[in-house]
């Protein structure tokens, strides 16, 4: 019976020897992934606010040319205007 508890106390050991040899390893691969996640998301998220600004420019020439269009409705009789002496 004590031998059998020599050899459980034995396993513990060696176990806990193992976490704690590869305690590190779980710490480095656990930054190693910390690290990657925050770069891919920042990443995501350059290449959203990036989308959306270009998306927000577009809109506001679009709107620009919209308004231009409204105060001139034909471009042609505002060029013959300053064509005129």
């Known amino acids: 019976m004590h031998h059998h508890e020599e050899g459980l106390l034995e ?3 060696n176990l806990v020897g193992l976490v704690k040899a590869f305690k590190w390893t779980w710490v480095a691969g ?8 925050s770069v891919f998301w920042t990443r995501m998220y350059i290449q959203d606010t990036r989308q959306i600004a270009n998306l927000a420019a577009a809109n506001a020439a679009q709107a620009q040319q919209l308004k231009d269009l409204q105060a001139h409705p034909t ?4 060029r013959a205007e300053h064509r005129r002496p």
């Open 11 to 13: 396993r513990v050991t």
């Open 30 to 37: 656990a930054i190693v992934i910390g690290l990657f996640v």
């Open 75 to 78: 471009g042609a009789t505002h």
